[in-house]
């Protein structure tokens, strides 16, 4: 059966591609038009395409269940997200503020504690943070940058406005799935990439390297970059493999790399020690350097927070960067941004409740089958609470670790998140989904990704879109729409 945009209903949602009269929005017109075209033996060949592109090309993912590893294929729709192109500059205004304000507040932290000092931040909160490091106080990154790769999460509403969900600050991912998913979309309908003014993604990889080339302490034409990986076991491995081999870097594990007497950081090679500028390190503060954090780690370099703090090394993102990557602190981002820029929030925050504030958290307990519920520093969809999904029993284990633990727990209204045209078999329906763009920070540029990693719900109804808890993706397409 071909698809019938007519008959899709909205259900009263904001729909990415389908106004509430039904009309197909202005930047999805060309999508809709060539996919209302095809037959349903055209949707079914066109699925399976994608689905041995996405095994040709080894794209998988990583999940844990029980004590066990399984890789997976990558879950894919072949129905792109479209966005306006200047809907998309007006939110890259808005990312390019918070990340600016964000670096300049973990610089604060780890020097005067101004934003403490003024009482715009409490200081309790950041004696309860278990990402506060330490070992980075009185550090001073390149360009005062803690956070040079930002992922940061964001929903639309029922009314169609964009909010930021999350900021990812410490080891965000995804990014390679983004661009592997404009490569399987080009390889099973090449044709749309002609008929439409589709803005490019493919530059990531060279802008990531070049961020990265610029943090280097040596001043020099060609500064060792490496990727750090934890090594083939970690979920993230396949990006980390991609992300290195498309910027031509060398991927290493920690064995891989010494501290030598010089307090400099070098690559073992077969034609002996070569000496490393700049580490992209996909490995977690704690397990970085085992002579600073958890002595046990064999993930990491002995002496390499003390080749970080001597400026020998860049490590990207920071040590310490984590610390505003947790969603108590994501609630006063609107402060943050007021405090060091003077301005007002150009991307609003979801309305978030603070259980360490005593009101609040009773509105929470009360609530609690109304809210979505979240730990502070959990991530990939772990310790969340969907209440009006919930079971009372799930909400009674909620509410006993909010009692026990208030610092760590937020609380959102459940948002009628936007949905996007999904195939379901061979009939379109709409599935809910968040996007999440990548800002590439090196304190004198700022880049941000066209558009970014679509995330999506595969099963109707459901507004959990993590590929780890059963969602899929899109490629997310930012449409010049004047383009002639």
């Not at 909205?10 to 038009?33: V, Y």
């Not at 980075?136 to 009314?159: F, M, T, Y």
């Not at 307990?365 to 609470?385: C, R, T």
Request: charged content about 25%; proline content about 5%.
């Amino acid at each position: 059966m071909k698809i019938d945009w007519k008959a899709y209903q909205t259900n009263g949602f904001f729909d990415e591609l389908i106004d509430a009269q039904g009309n197909i929005r202005s930047h999805g017109k060309q999508l809709a038009q060539f996919f209302a075209g095809l037959s349903e033996e055209e949707l079914i060949k066109a699925r399976a395409v994608a689905d041995l592109a996405i095994k040709e090309m080894g794209i998988t993912f990583t999940v844990y269940n029980e004590g066990n590893m399984i890789d997976r294929a990558w879950p894919f729709d072949i129905i792109p997200r479209t966005i306006g192109k200047k809907e998309w500059q007006s939110v890259e205004v808005g990312l390019k503020q918070r990340v600016e304000a964000l670096n300049l507040f973990i610089d604060d932290l780890y020097h005067d504690q101004k934003i403490i000092k003024d009482g715009v931040f409490p200081k309790g909160l950041l004696e309860k943070s278990v990402n506060f490091r330490t070992q980075c106080v009185g550090i001073n990154p390149p360009n005062k940058i803690w956070a040079h790769i930002c992922g940061s999460d964001l929903v639309r509403d029922g009314n169609g406005t964009m909010y930021v969900l999350e900021d990812n600050l410490r080891v965000p991912s995804g990014v390679s799935y983004m661009l592997e998913n404009r490569s399987v979309m080009k390889r099973v309908f090449p044709e749309l990439f002609e008929q439409a003014t589709i803005l490019p993604v493919d530059d990531y990889p060279s802008q990531l390297f070049d961020m990265l080339a610029a943090m280097s302490p040596r001043k020099q034409d060609k500064p060792e970059v490496v990727v750090l990986t934890p090594g083939v076991f970690n979920s993230a491995y396949f990006e980390h493999c991609y992300l290195a081999q498309e910027m031509g870097c060398e991927l290493v594990e920690g064995r891989d790399l010494v501290v030598e007497k010089d307090d400099c950081v070098y690559m073992r090679t077969i034609t002996g020690l070569q000496r490393v500028d700049v580490i992209y390190r996909r490995i977690d503060d704690l397990f970085l350097d085992p002579e600073a954090f958890l002595p046990e780690s064999q993930l990491g370099v002995p002496g390499l927070m003390r080749a970080w703090s001597k400026g020998n090394i860049a490590l990207v993102n920071a040590p310490g960067a984590g610390v505003a990557d947790d969603k108590v602190v994501y609630a006063y981002v609107p402060e943050i941004i007021k405090y060091y820029l003077g301005e007002e929030a150009k991307l609003e925050n979801v309305p978030t409740f603070k259980c360490l504030d005593p009101k609040e958290c009773d509105h929470v307990i009360k609530n609690i089958d109304k809210l979505v519920v979240k730990p502070a520093n959990e991530s990939g969809g772990y310790g969340l609470l969907i209440g009006p999904k919930s079971t009372k029993k799930e909400q009674q284990e909620t509410i006993a670790q909010i009692k026990a633990d208030p610092r760590n727990w937020v609380a959102q209204p459940t948002l009628d998140l936007s949905t996007v045209p999904t195939l379901d078999g061979t009939q379109v329906d709409g599935r809910h989904a968040d996007l999440r763009p990548f800002i590439l920070s090196s304190g004198k540029d700022t880049q941000i990704t066209t558009g970014g990693l679509t995330r999506v719900a595969m099963v109707k109804g459901s507004l959990v879109v993590n590929s780890s808890q059963g969602g899929g993706s899109k490629d997310t397409w930012i449409v010049d729409e004047e383009a002639k």
